[in-house]
């Protein structure tokens, strides 16, 4: 059984250009899960005609560039396309603790309030859009399982990378060096050393602290403007990876 990853978009945070990062995950089964829902990865699902298709989400972390599509997300399911109940997408979220600050603290705001299919105005809750599963272990009938860990970004948040099976790694958003196992990794990255106040872990440490075996299955995205500058296959990269990509594993 071979399964798809599809990059939506490979962007950092302030780099609308590309999208923010965020990849879907597909194999023969029906079950699509889209990991991170930033606040461009909506519309671009729209234009993709793949909104409806995603079956479950899973958040790495709570900045507005991994999560901030979840209320657009969820409008467009309940009301465009009516995905009440077991239509619902899964929302797949690593702690409790992550699920209520992303509610309380992101989303209630915007979802807090709706209506039932009578026009009854009800208060919301995350489960009113999203059936929801919480844990560090996820399992979705089709596709490998995915494990997450607890990776340093930004004090005082929580933040979580994956594996998805034993073969494919995804950083999120730290400041960690990757494992070196894994047949594809897929990292992210700022440019240039910043010291303490680093919250991706620097193209220039990657280049210079991974091994050459790793580096060259070393895929860089969430990619600041300018990422044209740095020739990533030069320095020993496998590359850098633009949206559209797909890979089959
Ligand atoms: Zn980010
Ligand atoms: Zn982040």
């Given at each position: 059984?071979?399964?798809?990853?599809?990059?939506?978009?490979?962007?950092?945070?302030?780099?609308?250009?590309?999208?923010?990062?965020?990849f879907?995950?597909?194999?023969?089964g029906?079950?699509?899960?889209?990991?991170?829902?930033?606040?461009?990865?909506?519309?671009?699902?729209?234009?993709?005609?793949?909104?409806e298709?995603?079956?479950?989400?899973?958040?790495?972390?709570?900045?507005?560039?991994?999560?901030?599509?979840?209320?657009?997300?969820?409008?467009?399911?309940?009301?465009?396309?009516?995905?009440?109940?077991?239509?619902?997408?899964?929302?797949?979220?690593?702690?409790e603790?992550?699920?209520?600050?992303?509610?309380?603290?992101?989303?209630?705001?915007?979802?807090?309030?709706?209506?039932?299919?009578?026009?009854?105005?009800?208060?919301?809750?995350?489960?009113?859009?999203?059936?929801?599963?919480?844990?560090?272990?996820?399992?979705?009938?089709?596709?490998?399982?995915?494990?997450?860990?607890?990776?340093?970004?930004?004090?005082?948040?929580?933040?979580?990378?994956?594996?998805?099976?034993?073969?494919?790694?995804?950083s999120?958003?730290?400041?960690?060096?990757?494992?070196?196992?894994p047949e594809?990794?897929?990292?992210?990255?700022?440019?240039g050393?910043?010291?303490?106040?680093?919250?991706?872990?620097?193209?220039?440490?990657?280049?210079?602290?991974?091994?050459?075996?790793?580096?060259?299955?070393?895929?860089?995205?969430?990619?600041?403007?300018?990422?044209?500058?740095?020739?990533?296959?030069?320095d020993?990269?496998?590359?850098?990876?633009?949206p559209?990509?797909?890979?089959?594993?």
């Open positions: 059984m071979s399964t798809t990853l599809r990059w939506i978009g490979t962007g950092g945070g302030l780099n609308v250009a590309l999208g923010n990062t965020s879907t995950l597909r194999s023969e029906d079950r699509t899960l889209l990991v991170d829902c930033g606040f461009t990865v909506p519309g671009r699902l729209m234009e993709l005609n793949e909104i298709s995603i079956t479950d989400i899973l958040i790495t972390h709570l900045h507005a560039d991994h999560i901030g599509g979840l209320e657009t997300m969820g409008f467009y399911r309940r009301f465009a396309s009516g995905h009440t109940g077991d239509m619902r997408p899964k929302l797949h979220l690593p702690t603790e992550l699920a209520h600050t992303l509610w309380e603290n992101a989303l209630k705001a915007g979802l807090g309030h709706t209506r039932d299919a009578d026009g009854t105005p009800i208060d919301a809750h995350l489960d009113t859009y999203y059936q929801m599963s919480i844990g560090l272990n996820v399992e979705i009938e089709g596709l490998p399982p995915v494990r997450l860990a607890e990776t340093p970004h930004v004090h005082d948040t929580h933040n979580f990378c994956m594996y998805i099976g034993d073969r494919v790694f995804y999120g958003d730290t400041i960690e060096l990757p494992p070196h196992e594809f990794i897929f990292q992210d990255c700022q440019f050393r910043s010291g303490p106040s680093e919250i991706h872990i620097s193209y220039e440490r990657l280049r210079d602290e991974l091994p050459p075996e790793v580096k060259a299955k070393t895929h860089l995205v969430h990619l600041a403007a300018g990422y044209e500058n740095y020739d990533a296959q030069a020993g990269f496998a590359e850098f990876v633009v559209d990509q797909n890979f089959e594993f």
